[in-house]
């Protein structure tokens, strides 16, 4: 039994008579399962620090996982957030959408990718709302 470290990974492969050469490919293939790594980020066409109440404001969750993600989900200050399109917001896939917002939307947001190996929680993005007369 051989006991094996790949670069950059914290994970160890234990080989049973199998050469280097296989479990090397089976790293390349990306067969190795690991914890979600989950990046936040704003809307690309949006000014982070001109966001207004009335306001359309959105995230991407972009995610990088293997095995991929069952589920993405959202959290504004640690609270899971849910869709509530009467309520202007709504989740899809890895997007969260808060249409006419309101400066109680101010806050801390999180996206949270979930699979078998565990979940990974991205970066907090701070949401400031200004009120439309600034």
Same mark, same amino acid.
């Given at each position: 039994?051989?006991?094996?470290?790949?670069?950059?990974?914290?994970?160890?492969?234990?080989?049973?008579?199998?050469?280097?050469?296989?479990?090397?490919?089976?790293?390349?293939?990306? =067969?190795?399962?690991?914890?979600?790594?989950? &990046?936040?980020?704003?809307?690309? +066409? !949006?000014?982070?620090? $001109?966001? %207004?109440? /009335?306001?359309?404001?959105?995230?991407?969750?972009?995610?990088?996982?293997?095995?991929?993600?069952?589920?993405?989900?959202?959290?504004?200050?640690?609270?899971? =957030?849910?869709?509530?399109?009467?309520?202007? &917001?709504?989740?899809?896939?890895? +997007? !969260?959408?808060?249409? $006419?917002? %309101?400066? /109680?939307?101010?806050?801390?947001?999180?996206?949270?990718?979930?699979?078998?190996?565990?979940?990974?929680?991205?970066?907090?993005?701070?949401?400031?709302?200004?009120?439309?007369?600034?």
């Amino acid at each position: 039994m051989q006991l094996w470290r790949m670069a950059g990974s914290l994970k160890f492969i234990v080989s049973y008579g199998l050469p280097l050469s296989s479990i090397l490919n089976t790293y390349k293939l990306g =067969l190795i399962a690991d914890i979600p790594q989950s &990046v936040l980020s704003l809307g690309s +066409s !949006l000014n982070g620090s $001109n966001i %207004k109440e /009335g306001d359309d404001v959105y995230f991407e969750c972009s995610v990088r996982a293997n095995p991929k993600p069952y589920k993405v989900s959202w959290r504004f200050n640690e609270t899971p =957030l849910l869709s509530n399109p009467h309520a202007g &917001v709504i989740i899809s896939n890895q +997007s !969260l959408v808060l249409q $006419n917002v %309101k400066r /109680g939307q101010s806050g801390i947001y999180t996206c949270v990718a979930h699979n078998i190996e565990g979940d990974g929680v991205s970066n907090p993005m701070t949401l400031n709302i200004r009120c439309k007369f600034e």
